[in-house]
């Protein structure tokens, strides 16, 4: 949790869209704009990018009332994937309270998956989080290209850890909302516990998800 | 809630409208409105505190336009724009327009120059890069900042607040990799010079034995004239002293040696930078491994007295706070080269810790005493001081919420006092 005003009745919570370079992870939060309804929801900023790759990080923030009358505030974060910006990742990574793994279908990019989940791991164990608790799910992106690796062997190498598998393509947009909403289903789950969201300000998951999650009326 | 001190930097810290938008930065904007025949402009922040407010002298009332002003898509605060003619709604608009722009570009500079500022990731030309490009995708409102000299200015304050970092996170690095590089040296030939010595201790017993069963069987025999030449060879040698003392000179080696292997831990620990781990240390003994580390550099004749008393456990990322010390007792070490007489004393009242350092240096004359905390004032020869050690003390004492204060007379000496809270578990 960024933060918890009582006075303002506030309550600022942070998802992050973690994943090696290149993997979809802006793509996934650029669908999630187009998507999604205006209301509830702020604009995607996207930090300066360079040669197209994200430096800093990329935002996109959600908000809601709830019964009681607090605001809560969810900020979906990116982090940039190169090796090298690994600070600021960890800066992003600081009070988290879920996280989509996005990694990266491709057969060549078996290798980097790892690496970055390993990264995850070590970096959240650095800020303080514990990886078996934290909100977590993991996205397959890119499934509409050619050489990838098979569905049963993703599930076979996955399933028994028990983290919720989605397969998608960003650019195609199919499976972005489905991990979007796990994630927001666990993390209504973790926030819950401490917060109470729905015993004490009546907010029960189901509308949490779904004020959140609220698709564009098709317009004709 | 949340340990504020515990977390240096988390990407997420919420913005008000007021850290994003400055009165000088709005001012030509205003003035222009009203010269064009705007009344009155009112900007208010999301709690109807006006933030800033512009108006025509003798101004009444008007027709007025309401716009709501975002920050990260939530509403932020109101803009209120009233003029006596209907066609200045144009102007109105695009008034709003400026303001969300101009809002929406600060935001992405105090994001960016968080990041880095906090987060030390790239080089400082990059930095200097991005800055540069951001700056351009705002040319479109460039009209609007007649004050940019200022707003340079600023920028190269955040800039150099960064490059303050990365410089002194170099200098750890090196002395780290330095450390840890001796550490690494020393261990090895310690290794078997300890086992060699435990080894030697064994034997010496063993000849002690043998000599002592040796001169008994001897000395049942009835070869007198032998025994007695032995005898006085024993006591010319001084051959009892010498097996007493041989076993002495090993235990004494043998403590040495043990000393050496702690400093080479300590050296190790002290290599430990960017192991930004939080815990729970006793600050008596971060001093002494701290003087432990600088055990080269305090000359034969210096006086370090220590006055420590029982602390309690200090929450903090050790490497910071060894890094503080080191760069106030390194300020002693330089301030006076023969008859330094350092004291260090620390203890703890009212859930404060309390750590002195007093020397008897020349003391810092009083023209600078306001300048030694900025970054890069040094008063040492090029080569010798870059100016960031109290700079990085005061950042990192902060950090931990707590207070510096030096206090210094010319020719008798100078006091660093620092202050640091204890705080209950946080939850962090
Ligand atoms: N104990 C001291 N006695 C006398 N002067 C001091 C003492 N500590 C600091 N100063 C003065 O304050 C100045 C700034 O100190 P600071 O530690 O920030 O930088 P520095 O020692 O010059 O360089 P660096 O520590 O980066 O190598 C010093 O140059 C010196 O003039
Ligand atoms: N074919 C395909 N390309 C994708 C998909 N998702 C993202 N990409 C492309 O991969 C590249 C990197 O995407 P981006 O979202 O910037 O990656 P990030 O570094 O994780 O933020 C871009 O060229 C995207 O168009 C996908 O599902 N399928
Ligand atoms: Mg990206
Ligand atoms: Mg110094």
Redesign the pocket.
């Known amino acids: 949790m960024i933060e918890y005003d009582e006075t303002e009745k506030r309550m600022v919570f942070k998802l992050v869209?973690y994943?090696?370079?290149?993997?979809?992870?802006?793509?996934?939060l650029?669908r999630l704009h187009d998507i999604l309804d205006t209301e509830g929801r702020g604009d995607l900023m996207v930090l300066d990018t360079k040669d197209?790759?994200?430096i800093f990080f990329?935002l996109l923030p959600f908000f809601l009332t709830t019964p009681s009358g607090w605001k809560l505030k969810i900020k979906v974060y990116?982090v940039?994937?190169q090796v090298k910006h690994d600070a600021t990742r960890k800066a992003v990574l600081q009070r988290a309270d879920g996280i989509a793994f996005?990694a990266d279908s491709q057969l060549s990019e078996i290798r980097n998956n790892f690496q970055s989940f390993e990264n995850l791991e070590k970096n959240l164990t650095f800020v303080g989080l514990d990886i078996a608790t934290i909100p977590l799910v993991i996205q397959f992106?890119?499934?509409?290209?050619q050489k990838i690796i098979p569905e049963e062997d993703i599930e076979r190498v996955w399933r028994p850890t028990g983290i919720p598998i989605f397969f998608?393509?960003?650019?195609?947009g199919w499976g972005v909302i489905e991990t979007f909403q796990m994630l927001l289903d666990k993390t209504y789950d973790y926030i819950d516990k401490r917060y109470s969201l729905q015993d004490v300000h009546g907010l029960s998951k189901e509308e949490f998800i779904q004020r959140i999650v609220r698709k564009k009326a098709m317009d004709h | 809630m949340g340990n504020k001190q515990d977390i240096q930097y988390v990407v997420g810290k919420e913005k008000r409208l007021k850290d994003l938008i400055s009165e000088s930065e709005l001012s030509p904007l205003l003035n222009s409105a009203l010269k064009a025949g705007i009344c009155n402009i009112t900007l208010k922040d999301d709690t109807g505190n006006i933030i800033v407010e512009a108006k025509q002298e003798g101004f009444t009332s008007g027709l007025s336009c309401q716009y709501t002003l975002t920050v990260e898509g939530e509403p932020a605060g109101q803009l209120l724009i009233t003029s006596d003619a209907e066609e200045l709604k144009p102007l109105a608009d695009l008034i709003y327009e400026a303001l969300r722009s101009i809002i929406n570009s600060n935001l992405k500079r105090v994001l960016t120059t968080e990041v880095h500022s906090s987060v030390v990731t790239q080089s400082y030309e990059e930095l200097l890069e991005t800055n540069r490009k951001l700056k351009e995708s705002e040319t479109r409102y460039r009209d609007l900042a007649e004050n940019l000299d200022r707003k340079v200015q600023e920028r190269t304050e955040e800039l150099k607040k960064a490059y303050t970092r990365l410089i002194q996170q170099e200098k750890m690095a090196s002395i780290g990799q330095l450390a840890a590089g001796l550490a690494h040296e020393i261990n090895n030939p310690m290794g078997f010079i300890m086992s060699n010595l435990s080894t030697l201790q064994r034997y010496i017993e063993r000849l002690r034995e043998f000599i002592n069963t040796q001169a008994e069987a001897i000395r049942k025999t009835s070869l007198t004239e032998l025994i007695s030449s032995i005898e006085e060879k024993r006591k010319v040698l001084k051959i009892d002293y010498l097996l007493q003392d041989s076993i002495e000179l090993i235990r004494d080696s043998l403590e040495g040696s043990e000393r050496v292997k702690k400093i080479v831990s300590d050296l190790k620990g002290f290599s430990h930078i960017d192991d930004a781990k939080i815990s729970i240390i006793d600050i008596n003994k971060e001093i002494d491994r701290t003087l432990n580390v600088l055990i080269h550099e305090i000359p034969d004749d210096a006086e370090i007295v220590k006055e420590y008393n029982d602390l309690p456990g200090f929450r903090c990322n050790p490497a910071s706070i060894c890094q503080a010390f080191l760069n106030i007792i390194l300020n002693a070490l330089q301030a006076r080269q023969q008859g330094l007489k350092l004291k260090i004393s620390t203890y703890y009242k009212d859930g404060m810790i309390h750590v002195i350092f007093s020397d008897n240096g020349p003391g810092i004359p009083e023209d600078i005493r306001e300048r030694i905390f900025e970054p890069f004032f040094t008063t040492k020869e090029i080569g010798k001081g870059t100016g960031l050690g109290l700079t990085v003390v005061y950042d990192v004492i902060t950090s931990y919420g707590g207070g510096i204060d030096i206090e210094s007379k010319t020719g008798e000496g100078t006091t660093v006092k620092l202050t640091l809270p204890v705080k209950g578990d946080g939850d962090v």
């Open positions: 869209y994943g090696p370079a290149l993997s979809g992870k802006t793509t996934n650029l197209d790759r994200t990329d990116t940039p994937g996005i992106n890119k499934r509409d290209l998608a393509s960003a650019l195609k």
